[in-house]
């Protein structure tokens, strides 16, 4: 049977789960994930994972978080003065923003806490620090 090998365009079924066992992710219901194997298009960790297989093959790995949205940064989160964010962005726990670099690049942000004087802002990828679980399914290769 053909393997899946770098510079395959692959089509896969997936679940993600945390160590806890709660989903962040899943293809369940919606078509397989297409993406070309070594090309970047996927963290790490899962290129590899997906590398090898044979079309139908199940396989479940866990990624440690180096191989998938690397570690939780300190620097990537950022305390503003809260004078300086416009009065009617909502400023809940959670909510997701969106804040531009210098170069005028967008950067997704969420807001970690909240006091009179100040908000801080998480620049880090949600799953940051977090080691990952996936079932995977080799669906198809392109």
Partial sequence: MTQAKSGDTVRIHY???????????????????????????VIPGFDKAVDGMTVGEEKKVEIPAEDAYGPHNPDGRQAIPRENIPADIPLDIGTQLQMQLPDGRPVPVVVAEVSDETVVLDANHPLAGKDLTFQIELVEIV
Avoid: I, K, V
Avoid at 16 to 38: K, V
């Fill in 15 to 41: 679940t993600g789960t945390l160590e806890d066992g709660a989903t962040f992710d899943t293809s369940a219901g919606r078509d397989p994930l297409e993406f070309t194997l070594g090309s970047g298009q």
